[in-house]
Every structure is written in structure tokens, then in C-alpha cells.
């Protein structure tokens, strides 16, 4: 067994590989950023190794350095994690070059899967079930045109050496090629490095449904059940579940031994995921395979009650696997939901701050958390957005997604923007609840996974976050003179207090009314009694509200879901309105692009500016029809959040 392992990442994955390698009795070293002093990762690690400042080409990207890390620390094998260096051969290759062990396949399975075209010539040669496309070397524009119009649209355009959702475009039309292959070259260069693309036909409301597939060092093969990962967006998975709904017992024999099919003809070691779309028919196609441990991995622990990183540690040192097909079982069901700072009602921009409330629901036999930070955290731009996943499992599918949508009801952030509510909307879904799920569930329904508050539910929190409104700024006021309260005092008259809030960006004026039955709010005509525990009662209903203030305004959590508000002020609202006219930056970026200079006419929609950030392409367009009067930036340079990238004066 090993004696002590270095892990090559951060953030949730490194805190889930310390946990067991710490039952284990495996020392641990982290490595991190300047942005990951503070991180958790590196407080839970018995030892950990600086290695460069925030950005990861700097730092989680730096073979030399995590190599040294190891030899400095005497750690015999390195975990990779996922993402960063998880499936690069040249890390792979490094590692057994300096006599450390690599928790991963053989490099010549790397290598056989990185580049997806490749790979489908193996898998056509190991009988597994491939996608009609083009795959060949030629990457010549035209060529890639002509490819796509003979298979007809759409076409999916796939980064070759990518993967989570990197350099990839659904091309719907002939007319939007050009523009796609740019931007998904672009993303792929940026992302891995490399441009080359392949072409597949797109077929439509597909399921995603991946095989774990387990291998050890002495030729033993097995797969693990499976999971269906079809609810994504931009490719990126957002709930998975485990076993997937409706799957036939001979369906998933069939991919299950065409995933162990897949991996026995690279001679792959470790944990792998082998991923299939599977149509309406029942017919499966192969994808890819990800020569790694998989985010969305828990479900299967969760359903198989195996240890998949145990497994990885112990195949590294050599071990055999624990369990042969025959004695794999797996019972109830279990579902993902990854939590990301991001606006799902501003096109899911990312969202970077400090955590300033930060409450997950209790763990249990049912419940997982798997996290790598903790309130007062930072989430910042210089990697993934996802805060944790919430794991649930239960007997049944009717019965584990309840508790999903408990557990998304219980879990609090407040500091960033968060899709919570957006996966609980996921998760109540009628054709959700049906386990009807495809790759187009998003797209299909994306009118109904809106915020949709009924108006009475809108009120009763705004009552309450009102009342608590009041109470704060009375509790705040020290002077002795009446002009700094703004109690509403009048002879022989109840004390009321004004309360000024933003909803939406809207201005709200309230009126809070202390009474003997509590406190009244006289435009919403309701009366709120504050009870212990965090519950309220409103009109007489009584119910759980957690309420949050914070920098940025104010949240109140309930079971009906997320209310915000903020104080308003005037000045600040002033600001903005002057700055109309004005593009900014949403976030901490690079600028990729200029399509605009000085003086040229515009129109309503049209890209000005493409920025990077957070691993994701980001257009800025015009308002509305005018002429641009400045640049601020060139392509290539570092923005913040909030600055002014392009100005424009509206066209005579």
C-alpha cells in the first residue's frame, strides 16, 4: 500500500481524495496557488507545497513544479484529480519518468483516448457502437463544411483533444458553420491547446448514459453500473442520477460490456468512465471515454457502496481489484446536483465573491456533501465556479429525488450567485419527475425553469424581509437625535418605520407598523410575528424563513425557494443610470476579441467584445443601434469586473 500521495489539484476533489486516503492511513500533500493559501484543501492535507501564483498555467499546470512538490515532500504517487492535468500524457509520462506513480491509466491509454478521433478507430475495431461523423486530419475549413453538409444538420463540432463542454457548437444551419468552427477553435486552443476539431452528426433527443468501468494492473476488467448525466447545459452536466430511469437490464449488460470492451483494447488501468448516447430505440453510440475519475462519481458510491478512490489508490500500489462482475451489485437510487456560483437569470454568468453565509443540509445515510470550501471562502475567476455537489440517495427514484429537492431547499449561499433554485426548478420538473430526460431537457423547458414566484409567496417574503429590514437599521441607529431614525413617530400613533428596497431593480417603498400582533406592513396588508427557530408567521401561517443580510443586500430562504432585495440608495442609483451607455466587463477576464474600433456603426445585438473567463467565452453586444466612440482594451489583456470595455452614443 502507499505511503504518502501528492494531489495535482484542488478544491472539492482534493478535500474528497484527503478524506479517504486519510481512512486509508495515506499521508497527503497538497500543492496550491497564491489565489489557494487560505484554501481547504490545504488545511486538511497533513503537508502542502506552494507552486505559483493564481493563474493554473502558472501553477496546477506546471509539471516541473509538481514533480518537485512530490520529491521535496518524499510522496511515492501523485492523484491527478479531475481536469488540470487528470488526462495528460505528457504529465502521466513525467511522473514515471521521475519514479513517482501516477493514480491513472498507462500513458498509451491517454494517449489512445485524448485525441477523440483516435479513438474512434479503436473502438470501431473493439466492436463498440460509434456515431456517424468525421474524424480525419484534414482539418482544412472547407473541408470540415463539406463534411458537414454531406451528413446534413446539424452537426456537432467537437474539440478533439476537449472535453467538459470545451470547444464544442451545435451547428444547426450551413450559414452558422463558419462563425462556430471559429469560436469552438478558439475555445479549443485556449482550453487545451490545440484546435483540431471533429465533426459528428447531431442526433436528436439523445441520452447521455456513461459506464464506470474499473481495471486493475493484472488484466481484471469490470463496470459498475451506470449513470445518467442527460440534464446538461452548454454540455456541461448539471443533475445526474444513478441507475439511469427506465434503462432495460439487457440494455445496460450491452454497454456495460461494450464499455469493458472499450477499455480492455487500451490495456486501461483504474477508474475510467466510458460515455454513450443512447437514442429512443435503445440503440447506444460510444462518445468518449475520460480517462479519469469522474465529477459526478458519488452517485455510483452511492448506489454500489464502493470507494472508487480506495479502488484507485489500491490498483496504483499494484492490488488486484476488490470484486469480480459477478458479485457487482448495486440498490436504491441516487442523484447529483452540482452547485455553481453562477446567474442563471443573467445567460448563467459566473458569480465571484466572498461566502458570507454558507449552510449545506445535514449529512446522513441519505445525504452527501462533497465541498471544498466553507463560509467566508472566496470564489474566484481563476477557476471552476462549482461551490459543491449535494448527493442524495434513497430506496427508490420517487423517493431519492424528494430528498434532492429537500436538500436543494436546504442548502444557503449568500455572497455569490448561485443555481440552486435553477436545479430545484430542475428537480420538480413534471418530465423530470417522469425520468423523460434527454440532452435537450434544458432547451426544451427552459420557459418553464424560470423563477416563477407565485405573487402571493413574492409577498409574504417581502413582508418578512421588510420587517427584518426595519428592525436592522433601528438596531444600527446610536445617535440621540430623532432626524437620524427613521421612525415615522407620531402623537398618539403607532411607530411606523419606512423601508426602501430594490426587487428586481425595482423601487418598493414599505411601511412596518409595530403592533400587539406583531409587525404590520401596511402595502402588502400583512402581519408578520418573528418565532424561534428561524420560523415566521404571516397572516397567521406559520413557516421556516431563514433570513441573511450581507454585503450585498438581503436574502430570505424558505420552501417555496431564494428572495433577494437590497436597500436602496439613491446615490448609487444615480451612478448607474448615468452610466448608460457604457459596456463593462461582468467579471474578472481576458479580452480574446475586438470585433469594433472607434467610429464604427453598430447595431442592436451586434458581438463588440469576446472575453474569457473562468475556463468559458463571453460576448459583449450592443444595446442598442449607435457608434462606438472608445475601445478601452486590446485582445490579450486583463479586465475586472465592472470595467468599461467599449463605449457607445446611440445613432441620430
Known sequence: MLNKVLIANRGEIACRIIHTAREMGIQTVAVYSDADRNAQHVKLADEAVHIGAAPSNESYLCIDKIIAAAKRTGAEAVHPGYGFLAENET?????????LIFVGPPVAAIQ???????AKTIMAEADVPLVPGYHGDDQADDLLRAESDKMGYPVLLKAAYGGGGKGMRIVSQAREFDEALASARREAKAA????????EKYITQPRHVEIQVFCDQHGNAIYLAERDCSVQRRHQKVVEEAPAPGLTAETRQAMGEAAVRAAKAINYVGAGTVEFLLDSSGSFYFMEMNTRLQVEHPI????????LVDWQLRVAAGETLPMEQADVEFGGHAFEARIYAENPDDNFMPSTGILEHLRFPVESTYVRIDSGVIEGDEVSTFYDPMIAK????????????????????DTHIVGVTTNTDYIHRIATHPEFVKGNVSTHFIDDYAKDLVVHHSANDTADALAVIAVHAALQ????????????SLSGWQMNAPTHHPVNLLV??????FSVTHTAQGYFVTELDRTVQLMDNHDVSVNGLRFAARFVACSKGYTLFTAK???????????????????AGTMTAPMNGTIVAVNVAAGDNVEEGQALVIMEAMKMEYTIRAPFNGVVEQVFFHAGELVSDGAELVSLAEAD
Open 561 to 579: 425557494g431564494r428572495f433577494d432585495a437590497a436597500p436602496y440608495d439613491a446615490l448609487a442609483e444615480l451612478a448607474h443610470e448615468e452610466e
Open 390 to 409: 449535494v448527493i442524495v440517495w434513497d430506496e427508490d427514484r420517487a423517493s431519492a429525488l424528494r430528498r434532492l429537492q429537500l436538500a436543494l431547499r
Open 91 to 99: 504529465f502521466a509520462e513525467a511522473l514515471e519518468q521521475a519514479g
Open 112 to 118: 489512445a483516448m485524448g485525441s477523440k478521433s483516435a
Open 192 to 199: 487545451f491547446s490545440n484546435d483540431k476539431m471533429l465533426v
Open 473 to 484: 437599521h433601528q438596531a444600527t441607529v446610536t445617535s440621540e437625535n430623532p432626524w437620524d
Open 300 to 307: 455510483t458510491e452511492m448506489i454500489t457502496g464502493v470507494d
Open 504 to 509: 428586481s431593480e425595482e423601487l418598493q417603498n
